[in-house]
């Protein structure tokens, strides 16, 4: 816990439009840590040294060629006299195999070659390994940042539009909500951000997003209507540890109950394993996994608002379980 902060300095209030650039800022300092392991991940699948060593050896083979080529073409000439006649002495334009006698031998040609392959193969092997894992990190980027400018062109460049309009594009009633936590003397300054997504009457919007990703109509799956998405959970990294997710977790439940949902939902990439954890912590139990790209997968969870005390326990009881599966002791 920061010194000098305590959580009855701490309070969540409704979301502004002055807030708007804060949330923003916060949502994508969030995204920007899956740039890390989004690279890891790919450094570590098996393809990677694969494609190293196949452009390594590709790459040694043809310089070695080269190599090999222009010493033969030094080897003749310093042979040979100034004249071109000289050096054609004994061809016969009419007997192609008397050019035999201007290449080497493939003893002298291996020769060449074998002296330098392996310094070369190692200095090859340096560079494209450096250069492999130098790309790597920028496409982790570009896509981190592709991701991030799709979710604010999905939500969050018209937070009060999506969330906090009394009815959705379909005309549908909208329970949505989004909130801020901030402090009681500053609350300005905002610490962190919660909401809570009426995903039945954002139904049309899921579709269409659905279907632009490649999807066919009929493996979507209308939304139930007691269902409240939980999105956009995140705190600045200067107020983390202050229980702050969990104060903002404890007003989506209380709103969702009061506006009669019985279920959250939700889904993050794998790449956020802590707040996974915190999610299973505070009461959610896996759905699914499911695979976003070929380095991305999902974790789809929920959580039952009016669960029973035995229902209760046994999410608890599978905790570590959960847990251990996500690499989170």
């Not at 799709?150 to 009633?173: A, V």
């Not at 991305?296 to 669960?307: K, R």
């Not at 209760?312 to 599978?318: C, L, P, T």
Request: contains cysteine; positive net charge; aromatic residues 10%.
């Amino acid at each position: 816990m920061m010194p000098g902060i305590s959580k009855d300095a701490i309070r969540i209030r409704s979301y502004s439009k002055e807030d708007q650039d804060q949330v923003v800022e916060i949502l994508t300092i969030g995204f920007q840590e899956n740039a890390e392991p989004l690279f890891r991940r790919r450094v570590k699948h098996y393809t990677t040294p694969l494609v190293i060593l196949t452009k390594s050896i590709i790459y040694t083979s043809l310089i070695e060629l080269a190599f090999a080529v222009y010493s033969i073409y030094i080897s003749k000439s310093s042979s040979s006299s100034s004249s071109s006649s000289t050096f054609f002495a004994g061809v016969s334009w009419d007997n192609p195999r008397s050019f035999q006698k201007l290449l080497p031998s493939p003893e002298s040609a291996l020769a060449l070659i074998q002296p330098s392959f392996s310094i070369v193969w190692v200095l090859v092997t340096l560079i494209v390994a450096i250069t492999t894992l130098l790309e790597m990190y920028r496409w982790s980027l570009r896509s981190n940042e592709k991701f991030i400018k799709t979710c604010i062109q999905e939500d969050l460049d018209d937070i009060t539009g999506y969330y906090q309009s009394s009815s959705s594009t379909n005309n549908k009633p909208n329970r949505s909500q989004f909130w801020v936590a901030c402090l009681d003397s500053h609350p300005q300054l905002v610490l962190g951000c919660i909401a809570l997504d009426d995903i039945w009457a954002h139904t049309e919007h899921l579709k269409s997003k659905h279907l632009k990703r490649g999807r066919s109509e009929d493996a979507f799956t209308i939304p139930n209507k007691t269902d409240a998405g939980l999105r956009r959970l995140s705190v600045h990294p200067h107020y983390r540890r202050l229980g702050i997710s969990k104060m903002l977790m404890d007003m989506v439940v209380t709103y969702a109950k009061a506006n009669e949902f019985r279920r959250l939902v939700f889904s993050t990439t794998l790449f956020q394993d802590k707040a996974i954890a915190g999610y299973i912590r505070y009461g959610f139990t896996k759905d699914k996994t499911a695979k976003l790209a070929t380095f991305i997968d999902l974790w789809f969870g929920s959580m039952d608002l009016y669960a029973t005390e035995q229902e209760k326990e046994e999410q608890r009881a599978k905790q570590a379980a959960m847990l251990r599966e996500i690499g989170v002791a």
